[in-house]
């Protein structure tokens, strides 16, 4: 995604309503793009959990990515990549925002 680096800041959009349910977070757009409505729920995984909470409009990228290495104990050079694409894919569903760089 054009504009989104290591450097960006980003949070939850007001588009998404996030619950925490039994450990996992579930993400609900609080808007229909006429797909398939299984489609519309998203169901984060331990480590994007982990990243979604630390989206806070404060921390850049990069340091998510080093909050979550910690967490994982996994070098953040190695999450890093993934964590950019991640970030991108729910920009473009409208469920975060990018608030600018650091």
């Not at 909470?53 to 993934?82: I, Y």
Request: hydrophobic letters at 40%; proline letters at 3%.
């Amino acid at each position: 995604m054009t504009g989104l680096s290591l450097d960006s800041v980003c949070s939850p959009s007001g588009q998404v309503a996030a619950r925490e349910i039994e450990g996992e977070v579930l993400l609900v757009p609080l808007f229909s793009d006429g797909g398939d409505a299984d489609e519309d729920f998203y169901t984060l995984n331990e480590t994007a959990r982990s990243i979604w909470l630390k989206l806070d409009g404060r921390r850049t990228l990069s340091e998510v990515a080093a909050l979550v290495a910690d967490e994982f104990d996994v070098p953040a050079s190695e999450l890093q990549t993934d964590l950019v694409e991640f970030i991108g894919d729910l920009t473009r569903r409208h469920l975060l925002i990018v608030k600018g760089t650091g």
